[in-house]
């Protein structure tokens, strides 16, 4: 089993800064892409930002050039770094990890949400 567990969420005003991280930990092999998704209230969840294993990233146009995704490898940890935050921000945002177990088989996981508010 593996799971995945996210901090850094909160409030914040426009334009502020947030930084939240998503540490792996289990029944590990190795971690393919790591991501960060988003749901507001009475929308589909959607994809904010991911990181393949070698680095290659991949953004929401809604948040290029404000939101950074990345990975520290040897921690199984994947951050995203919040800029310019606007209130369309708000959202519950969600770790997801596509991981190979010990047992070889490729699962994907999901963390279980962390809330971030931007005030206007």
């Known amino acids: 089993q593996v799971q995945l567990v996210e901090s850094g969420g909160g409030l914040v005003q426009a334009g502020g800064s947030l930084r939240l991280s998503c540490a792996a930990s289990?029944?590990?092999?190795?971690?393919?892409?790591m991501g960060w998704y988003r749901q507001a209230p009475g929308k589909q969840r959607e994809l904010v930002a991911r990181?393949?294993?070698?680095?290659?990233?991949n953004y929401a146009d809604s948040v290029k050039g404000r939101f950074i995704v990345y990975r520290d490898n040897a921690k199984n940890t994947v951050y995203l770094q919040m800029n310019s935050l606007k209130p369309e921000d708000t959202a519950a945002y969600y770790c997801?990890?596509?991981?190979?177990?010990?047992?070889?088989?490729?699962?994907?996981?999901w963390g279980q949400g962390t809330q971030v508010t931007v005030s206007s």
């Open positions: 990181i393949t294993s070698s680095g290659s990233t």
């Open positions: 997801n990890a596509m991981v190979e177990t010990l047992r070889h088989r490729v699962e994907n996981y």
């Open positions: 289990g029944s590990i092999f190795s971690i393919n892409h």
